[in-house]
Nanobody
């Protein structure tokens, strides 16, 4: 059974940094794809970054490219999202997601929430101007 638990959300000022963590259990790290998504009230869930655990191939939404970095520590069973140069428009609930049989390359599919079968409960990020 897959369990995903996010942490690290906080309130920060614009230009600041945060690192989100997702503690994952039940994930096979040589075949899974994992991703970070965000959602604001009344809007659809948006893909932020995705990674194939087998080779670390990653893809980013254009809105975060160059500012956010997705990474994994397989020894700790943890997925990370390092966020820097934060903007007020980055304010959202951030979710971690996983699919056990992933894609072995950085495809835009990794940014599609429909691709994932397992979700965490989310962690709130608020960026003030």
């Amino acid at each position: 059974q897959v369990q995903l638990v996010e942490s690290g959300g906080d309130s920060v000022q614009a230009g600041g940094s945060l690192r989100l963590s997702c503690a994952a259990s039940g994930v096979t790290y040589n075949t899974a794809s994992m991703g970070w998504f965000r959602q604001t009230p009344g809007n659809e869930r948006e893909g932020v970054a995705g990674i194939y655990s087998g080779n670390g191939a990653a893809i980013y939404a254009d809105s975060v490219k160059g500012r956010f970095t997705i990474s994994q520590d397989t020894a700790k069973n943890t997925l990370y999202l390092q966020m820097s140069s934060l903007k007020p428009e980055d304010t959202a609930m951030y979710y971690c997601a996983a699919v056990l049989e992933g894609l072995p390359f950085a495809s835009p599919v990794l940014l599609n929430p429909s691709f994932y079968t397992n979700w965490g409960q989310g962690t709130q990020v608020t960026v003030s101007s």
